[in-house]
């Protein structure tokens, strides 16, 4: 019952990463690997890239102007939705969704990890997220059901 070696160092990495960045205001992917230097952890750009889009760690620009990386809000995508998702429209197969600048991979992470139905991937920009409806569906129901997500249950 022992975990193989590759994931309990990849567990303990993006342990590390959560909090280096719920500590630290770390702006560049250098800097983690620094970060992760200093705790003893010798890794490569490619490999925080890799973690930070498993953990749904993204950059944002703070009120200040300045951009740092930022642990995902807990409450899954209801949350993400609200917090980041300025508006939703639709065209054809597509829902478009408008976030704040470095917001729209969080968005994306958070949908791809809910399995939708109807929704085949996400492909995202640094404040526009597009979500690709399958063929079956349309654009305008999946953005529908981002929206019905976003606003929560009716009370």
Do not use: W
Not at 1 to 13: H, Y
Not at 32 to 47: E, F, H, S, Y
Not at 67 to 86: A, D, H, K, N, W
Not at 120 to 149: K, M, W
Request: aromatic letters at 2%; proline letters at 5%.
């Amino acid at each position: 019952m022992t975990a193989a070696v590759p994931t309990s160092e990849r567990e303990r990495r993006q342990a590390l990463l959560r909090e280096i960045v719920a500590s630290e205001r770390v702006a560049s992917q250098a800097d983690l690997v620094a970060a992760l230097a200093r705790r003893g952890l010798q890794v490569t750009q490619a490999t925080v890239s890799r973690d930070l889009d498993e953990l749904g760690i993204a950059k944002v620009r703070g009120a200040d102007g300045s951009v740092s990386y930022t642990l995902p809000e807990p409450g899954g995508l209801p949350q993400l939705l609200r917090q980041f998702v300025q508006r939703v429209d639709a065209s054809g197969n597509l829902a478009v969704l408008r976030t704040p600048p470095g917001a729209a991979g969080t968005v994306a992470s958070a949908i791809d990890g809910a399995a939708l139905d109807g929704v085949l991937a996400t492909v995202q920009g640094d404040d526009t997220l597009l979500v690709v409806a399958t063929e079956t569906t349309s654009g305008r129901e999946v953005a529908d059901r981002l929206i019905a997500i976003k606003e929560g249950p009716r009370s």
